[in-house]
């Protein structure tokens, strides 16, 4: 399954811009799959909150310093959306409406059938089953958002061209691994420095998605020596009990897909593991203590051109590369 916020074309870098970072993969080739080139830039505090660009000069002036070292003039970009503004709702809608009148017909109903938290949506869908009705998932997120992003990719001499959604991203690079069991019902948990996402996927197609915010201390976090990492100095009491409530919410997600979405019928099976937190494998431990549901990872070892492999920290940017097939 794949999102179309915007017009697609072919030869992509897969930019993923989050609160704390900015990440880049050029695949060589996608069969075999062979990365070109990646780079890593952390932000400072407050560039960016919650997904939304609140300086945009600094980021203008440290994305023009990236795309220069990197050599990316005038290449097309693939980029992720925020997960903090992104809405799902499963909807039915007539069956008479056909697949290109879909994204039509949604924008007529906007305030009357259909509700959402922001105006100025942008759309995309995927249909579940026709029958007497039509089952859709609709995605929608600001379409102030997409535009900041894709102008300031524009400013920089970048062109635009597709935008996703991380859990698809993951998902996708999951599934291509060969690791994805398409009858398990999968809890993707995104764990990131300044975000949580946690994704429930039945048969390919996210049937519920969960931002929880994270509020660090930013004076916390410390990029060590070479601009190459994020360190934890915090208190790690602190973080233990944010696990906790972290473990409560996993709980209740996956309680609210069984009975409430599912009348105790269907349940998670597995949980895929990701995200760039330093305290990534203490979360991990705890999971597998509180949960009795197996833990997964995404197990890569993709080559660089040079021979090096892959950190897993790109792999989000790698599972965009392989958005449109294979």
Known sequence: ????????????????????????????????????KYHERFLPPNIIKDGK???????KIILEQCVDEWGLKR?????????????????SIPADIMDDEIIGYLYLEL????????????????????????????????????????SLLEDVKLKPVTADISPLSLYRLYYENGQRNEHEHL???????????????????????????????????EVSEGN???????????????VEDFI???????????????QGNERVQKILLYGDHPNLP????????KLEVKIDTIEQAIEKIDGDTLPNSYYLALGLALKEGR
């Open 111 to 150: 305030g009357s059938t259909i509700h959402l938290p922001f105006e100025d949506p942008v759309f995309d869908v995927h249909v579940l089953n026709r029958s007497e009705k039509t089952d859709i998932i609709l995605f929608a997120v600001p379409e102030e958002v997409v535009a900041s992003y894709s």
């Open 248 to 262: 409560t919410e996993v709980e209740r997600v996956m309680g609210f897909f069984q009975y409430s979405m599912h």
């Open 187 to 221: 809890l993707v948990v995104h764990f990131d420095v300044t975000g949580i996402t946690l994704s429930i996927f039945v048969r390919h197609v996210p049937m519920l998605v969960r931002t929880v915010a994270l509020t660090p201390d930013l004076k916390h976090w």
């Open 228 to 242: 190459s990492r994020l360190q934890w100095s915090g208190d790690i009491v602190q973080f233990n009990l944010f």
């Open 282 to 289: 203490l979360v991990t431990t705890k999971l597998k203590e």
């Open 53 to 59: 660009i609140e300086d945009v000069t600094t980021l």
């Open 75 to 91: 290449k097309q970009v693939r980029f992720v959306v925020p997960d903090s503004v992104l809405v799902m709702r499963k909807l």
């Open 1 to 36: 399954m794949d999102l179309s916020f915007l017009p697609s074309k072919n030869n992509y870098i897969n930019l993923i811009i989050r609160d704390h970072c900015i990440r880049l993969v050029e695949l060589k080739s996608t069969n075999p799959l062979q990365v070109k």
